[in-house]
């Protein structure tokens, strides 16, 4: 089957005692049992519960994997990867990254004794140089946020193999529609479901995708045992974003090809971080890893901050707010929100400069979203 029809199928069968031809929310915690120890398939929610077994089927279908887990977050998903390591572990992650999964790696796991560093990202070989005997992990965003740079997925897995390590693909800004990193050799795929799985801005969900049955087996002990579940309606709703993902990703990225391109050609604007555009440092990685760009772009004003704060006002259909993926468009500003937890010297060292702004490109008409940037800019 093709993806298309994957996305609203898999894990999506009509119900076999109802008939019903949406899966059900099945709000209960607890489930009878016919005898001591003698449960029919489902004990406790937090265990298992079939509205999430149903959106587990789906991820893993979606990212062409074997096993599938939801958490109540991403961050709650990176946290399960990291219940892989051990104090002394060693973990290589690219340097442009999630601000909260920075956050998570240096103010929760580094106390706890774990080794965490940076480098660049698009260097393949920068980052297989900082391989050591204790690394367990490589962990990379691609495209990055909020830079909208391509790590080579394939090389990656090659170098993390012949190291003894893991790679684990934080795969949110692609979706599994324009990527699916298990098919390259990555071990782990990462998933905010917060973002272009659910695709409505209504939810917070997690997940983590594998082929490997003993990682799965660890990962779902972990899941079970520190409960960071996603709730039934959560889950319910990421299976009915599912359905439409590759419909909305197309006019994400329609969307986001306009947006990028007028960007590009005004005078106000420095620089555009699409990997779409022909210019773009990795766009020929991204066309033979990607079957497409996505919706999110970043870009830096000539200017400061003033500039960036008169901007913002000036827009009247963007909103200014965290997140991504949904289907309205959103404006952010990485420096104090989506990367605040980075000392502001490590984030200008990342190239995250106080005149950038990122946008995530919704599905609205495209010429509505270049009008808006254009009377917002036009004020600069
Ligand atoms: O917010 P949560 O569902 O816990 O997901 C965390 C996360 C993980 N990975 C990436 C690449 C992410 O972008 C995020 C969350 N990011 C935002 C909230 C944001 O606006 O960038």
Request: some cysteine.
């Amino acid at each position: 089957m093709r993806f298309e029809t994957i996305a609203i199928h898999a894990g999506q069968a009509p119900d076999t005692t109802t008939g019903a031809v949406t899966v059900p929310v099945y709000q209960t915690s607890t489930f009878q049992q016919d005898g001591i120890g003698r449960p029919r398939g489902y004990e406790y929610s937090r265990t298992g519960n079939p509205t999430r077994a149903a959106l587990e089927t789906a991820l893993a279908a979606l990212e062409n994997g074997r096993h599938g887990l939801a958490f109540a977050s991403g961050v709650a998903a990176t946290t399960a990867v990291l219940s892989l390591l051990k104090p002394g572990d060693h973990v290589v992650a690219g340097d442009d990254l999630y601000g909260g999964t920075y956050r998570l790696f240096e103010r929760v796991y580094r106390p706890l004794g774990m080794e965490f560093n940076y480098p660049p990202t698009t260097d393949a070989n920068a980052m297989a140089d900082a391989l050591r005997p204790e690394t367990r992990l490589v962990w990379i965003e691609t495209p990055t946020n909020p830079l909208l740079r391509i790590a080579d997925i394939r090389r990656m897995a090659e170098a993390a193999h012949a190291a003894g390590a893991w790679l684990a693909v934080d795969n949110t800004f692609a979706s599994p529609y324009l990527q699916r990193p298990l098919e390259l050799g990555a071990d782990l795929v990462v998933h905010s479901c917060t973002k272009y799985l659910g695709g409505h801005s209504d939810l917070v969900g997690g997940a983590v995708i594998v082929n490997d049955d003993e990682l799965h087996r660890k990962l779902r002990f972990y899941q079970n045992a520190a409960g960071a579940v996603p709730g039934p309606w959560d889950c319910w709703l990421t299976l009915r974003g599912i359905k439409t993902l590759a419909v909305r990703m197309r006019a994400h990225e329609r969307n986001a090809r306009a947006v990028a391109e007028f960007l590009a050609s005004h005078p106000v604007v420095e620089r555009v971080h699409y990997p779409g555009l022909p210019d773009h440092p990795q766009h020929e990685l991204a066309r033979r890893q990607m079957s497409g760009f996505g919706g999110m772009i970043s870009f830096e004003l000539r200017g400061g901050f003033e500039m960036v704060e008169r901007f913002v006002a000036g827009l009247r259909l963007f909103i200014l707010a965290e997140s991504l993926g949904g289907v309205e468009s959103l404006v952010c500003y990485p420096p104090q929100m989506t990367h605040a937890a980075f000392p502001p010297s490590e984030r200008r060292r990342r190239g995250i400069g106080d005149n950038l702004l990122r946008l995530s490109v919704g599905i609205e008409d495209p010429e509505d979203l270049v009008d808006d940037l254009r009377q917002a800019l036009a004020n600069l």
